[in-house]
């Protein structure tokens, strides 16, 4: 069972006040995952998001050399708002790689919580800022690395061969500044105790 306790024991959610998780707490579901079982998949409607309170998951994409893990997610990250926002398929796949224990929000709970006035659904709002700066970010640092791998191909031959591959790596770049999001969109974290310890 998720407590109100077991929550701030985790200690993952310290910009959280009381009165918010006890909001989140009467609105979301309490779900357990054995590791290995999946959270969403890749390619799936997104119909809801995250809380995690305890445990590690792990975002993983099926590429065509195989399977990618994109970022390990943590305790006090909130997953999968953006495919909300958006309302586009889950571009990667979350998958419980500890035992798991996480709040699910549905779509119409995450809606109602960031169209409120209150400091909880502001909290939302401010964090998907954050994490669409974080994924142009991301989409720009994947960008510059393709066009300087291109400018250093020596050979005419070599670049006429792999032209058609790498325009749709260019395509699929750009692409994720606009109507898509970069690789890791549905993983957004929520506590801003773990951005300072990153700085």
Do not use: W, Y
């Not at 890749?42 to 399977?67: D, H, K, N, Y």
């Not at 953006?82 to 996480?102: D, E, F, N, S, W």
């Not at 066009?147 to 260019?170: G, K």
Request: charged share 30%; proline share 3%.
């Amino acid at each position: 069972m998720i407590t109100l306790e077991s929550i701030r024991a985790s200690g993952g959610f310290g910009s959280f006040r009381d009165e918010d998780l006890e909001l989140v707490l009467g609105a979301a579901t309490a779900r357990h995952f054995a590791p290995g079982e999946e959270l969403f998949q890749q390619g799936r409607p997104a119909v809801s998001c995250f809380m995690i309170v305890a445990g590690t998951a792990e975002a993983v994409r099926e590429e065509a050399a195989g399977e990618r893990v994109l970022r390990l997610i943590e305790v006090g990250a909130v997953v999968g708002q953006l495919g909300l926002i958006k309302r586009a398929p889950r571009i990667a796949t979350l998958r419980a790689r500890t035992q798991v224990a996480a709040l699910e929000l549905s779509r119409d709970v995450f809606e109602r919580l960031i169209l409120s006035a209150s400091p909880l659904g502001n909290r939302f709002l401010m964090e998907l800022a954050v994490a669409t700066g974080r994924h142009l970010q991301d989409a720009d640092q994947r960008l510059a690395a393709l066009l300087e791998r291109q400018s250093r191909s020596d050979h005419p031959q070599d670049r006429t061969d792999d032209v058609e591959a790498r325009e749709r790596e260019i395509r699929r770049t750009i692409g994720s500044r606009g109507d898509r999001t970069a690789a890791g969109s549905d993983v957004i974290e929520v506590n801003h105790e773990d951005r300072a310890r990153r700085r």
